[in-house]
């Protein structure tokens, strides 16, 4: 069966999922876990081995394993550290009364990383640094 197919016959599967995780990751608003889900999903997938398991019993456990990572890192956005570190510099320079498009524009680095920054200071939840992911 087409991996894509299988996603897609799984969708309400996704949304179970993310119904049951509403509330427990700070941050996370339910098009945001079914979104999460739906990654879970698509990488389960690709590593799903139709001899062995259903394929709605495998994506649920790759769903519960993400989710349970996420809730693990307290609903932070894995970020690279230079992002992390040039998103601190504008809000710090923003909690001294910069405008927010000043504190960005002073920031010395490509126009594509200021605007990483200007989503990052718009995201409604917090950033972390990659490698404190990784245990």
Not at 18 to 41: H, S, T
Not at 91 to 99: K, N, P
Request: net charge positive.
């Amino acid at each position: 069966m087409d991996r894509d197919q299988l996603v897609l016959d799984n969708l309400p599967l996704a949304r179970r999922m993310a119904g049951n995780w509403l509330g427990k990751i700070p941050g996370y608003e339910g098009d945001d876990l079914e979104q999460e889900c739906l990654i879970a999903m698509l990488d389960a997938a690709q590593t799903w081995d139709e001899l062995r398991v259903k394929f709605s019993t495998f994506a649920w456990h790759c769903m519960e394993k993400h989710l349970c990572r996420l809730w693990q890192r307290g609903g932070l956005i894995p970020t690279p550290r230079y992002l992390a570190s040039l998103v601190e510099l504008a809000r710090r320079s923003i909690q001294r009364g910069t405008d927010p498009a000043a504190a960005i524009a002073e920031l010395q680095t490509t126009p594509a990383r200021r605007e990483l920054v200007a989503l990052a200071l718009r995201a409604r939840r917090p950033f972390g640094r990659l490698d404190e992911d990784r245990r």
